[in-house]
C-alpha cells in the first residue's frame, strides 16, 4: 500500500512562501502522475499542479507564476514550492499519486493558512 505523507505547511502572512514535500513510501517507477490538490472549508476540492513520469508539469491557472511543482526520484518525493502567496490560497493541501496501474493515492493534508 502506498503511503504518502506530507508535510511543511503552516501560518504564513500574504506574499509570503512555503515549501511544501509529499515523501511517498512505493517506487518512481510505478508512478503515472504525482501532483497537489488542494480544499478550503466549504468549497470544492481543486486541482493545483502535477507532474507527470515523463517530467510534464502543469498548473492550475490560480498559481501560474508563483507555485513550483518538482520532484526527487531518489526518495521518492514531491514538493511545492510557493511564493507570492494570497488569503485565497489557504486550503488543505494533499499530495496525489496516479500508479501507472491501480487508484489514486492520497496523503492526510497539511494545512497552509495565509493571513491578510
Known amino acids: 500500500q502506498e503511503r504518502l505523507v506530507e508535510s511543511g505547511g503552516g501560518l504564513v502572512e500574504a506574499g509570503g512562501s512555503l515549501r511544501l514535500s509529499c515523501a511517498a513510501s512505493?517506487?518512481?517507477?510505478?508512478?503515472?502522475?504525482m501532483g497537489w490538490y488542494r480544499q478550503a472549508p466549504g468549497r470544492q476540492r481543486e486541482w493545483v499542479a502535477s507532474?507527470?513520469?515523463?517530467?510534464?508539469?502543469n498548473y492550475a491557472d490560480s498559481v501560474k507564476g508563483r507555485f513550483t511543482i518538482s520532484r526527487d526520484n531518489n526518495k521518492p518525493s514531491i514538493f511545492l514550492q510557493m511564493s507570492a502567496l494570497k488569503p485565497e490560497d489557504t486550503a488543505v493541501y494533499y499530495c496525489?499519486?496516479?500508479?501507472?496501474?491501480?487508484?489514486?493515492?492520497w496523503g492526510q493534508g497539511t494545512q497552509v493558512t495565509v493571513s491578510s
Open positions: 496525489t499519486v496516479d500508479p501507472i496501474q491501480g487508484r489514486r493515492y
Open positions: 512505493g517506487s518512481i517507477e510505478s508512478f503515472a502522475i
Open positions: 507532474i507527470t513520469r515523463g517530467g510534464t508539469i
